[in-house]
């Protein structure tokens, strides 16, 4: 049973999932060890323990095998943060006491059998199977009305707040556009209005030709890390070509897709001595899809330092990392051959 | 040397602090351990060590003693986000790169002399002289009119982002109106034009009237944790009359302040086992001091979860408990007189 309430001091929605207290913690035993027997048989996610998750709501499995074994998996959230029983309409209590029933859909994307390879680690082919499956149930999610917003997103470490290692991706679906991303929207199509551009394209040729921040391109996309950084190594992964969200992406760029990503995250991989970080998948909002205003990209964002008062109290970042010195850091600083 | 960015695709500005990721990180022993000698001699806000540090700016004296003693101590932090001399102008390269100098100002209050006391546990004579210390230094630096906005703060555990143990606050001026500022602002006269309250003042009624949430009321005061909490046990204390800001505060009503503050942290110490958490001084902008739409007010901000993915990628909060329940847990759960 999970709640969203209305604050109206900052116009946000605020998720109210007390189940999700009760969801079991990371393996307490540092990360680069290897899973023992004991963890294999306790991991809902590791194959085999198909029965410990709810029912599998899509899966990748391997030609010519039977059900049983899967390369990707889909299942939904055990403890989900918002639930597609749960009611949107809008209720209210007194006169500033808005709310709604915990609306949405919550799924979990395990990125492979294995329970300790991660997704930096894995085969290109294996990274397009999971961007594959992240399109088809971020697709899958739209035909359903009632969510105005699909978030993706992947939490690697604990201090990134993960809760089982076993790598997996997470889609969580909201019945309202979480006012962060229609501010960031409006932003863009502010700039569209006054200059006839895309900002995101503007930024990214404004990038590529300062050449300081760029860690890679291929055919269809660039990482960089951007000028206004907000964190030390945050990466952005943007295609070259204007797309406004991830579920427009062709099935024939997304191999170029799973590449930069893969190169990306081994370089902070090797750099950083495998990192916590989050990676998001920002897009425009439902109905805007075919509008020139936004670009869709990818955020790794690095958990290096711990948000302060100061971020609290004022919103705003400080980065002790200058993107230019990160970026030179992560193209020449280290090897990105050796994993 | 710092540096602000501004980033188009939010409309924040950033602080680029290169300097800061020398300073010194808190000690490793745990917090509930008592310090050492060892750790006395090498703390700069420790007393003796008062060369350590950069000048002082202000100091609270006991009567009658000499200059070496202070109760109160108020320094340069020796590795600021902002810095008084440098340059407010915007500049910019190319077309989408904007910055501007670090000018700002960045300081330290020493909470009391002592090494290892909590805030809860001073009495509360001291907590009213250090916010009457942060009320001071606020209205100071009110006084230069390159700064915008005033952030006062606290980080208390390593959770929270604090680097040295040495119990303090901090306290940034900014050169701009961060934007998640300006924004609450503007949902705050929002509701005042249409319905010639203050929101505030309204949601404070509305919390006295459910009579769900509250902590604490004193003849100023009332403490509570929101109906749309954005974090699990996080307690706003807010005036019961309108003020616009902190500096206004008459010295009359700081010891009723102080009161409510030691209360609401004793509570949280007792029934959270001394948690991490941030505090923050909410205040309207430059200029509007003087009208009705805004509530000062402080937000006491528990460091129990991490923010993860979904958080980053969409600015929702995920919240496991709700603040009524918080709230009965606080007021009846445990007694509220040990420390």
Redesign the interface.
Known sequence: MSEM?????????????????LRPHAETSPASSPPTEQTRMSCPFCPGNESMTPPEIAAIRPDGRGDSEWLVRVIPNKFP?LRIEEDDRRRQ?????QHMGGCGAHEVIIESPDHSLLLCQQPVEQIERILRMAQSRFNDLMQDHRFQ?I?????HG?????SLRHPHW?I?A?PVV????R??YE??TE?FDRTGNC??C??VN?EL??DERIILTNAHYVAFM?????LPFETWIVPLRQQATFGQVPAGELPALAGILREVLLKLYVALDNPDF?????VAPRGDEDKEYYQWHI?V?PRL??????????????????PE?AARFLRNGRSSTGT
Chains 1, 2 share one sequence.
């Open positions: 309430r209305y604050d109206h001091t900052t116009g946000d929605w605020v998720v109210f999932a007390p189940l999700r207290k943060a209590q007194g006169r500033l006491f917003s978030i993706v997103f992947k939490n604990e201090g990134a707040g993960t997470q969580i909201t979480p006012r962060m991303l501010q960031r932003q863009a700039h900002l995101y503007e930024l404004e030709a300062a951007p000028y206004a950084s907000h989050n990676l998001t998948i920002d955020r964002l330092s711990t948000t302060a008062g100061f971020e609290m109290g004022s919103g705003m970042s400080i980065n002790t990392v200058l010195e």
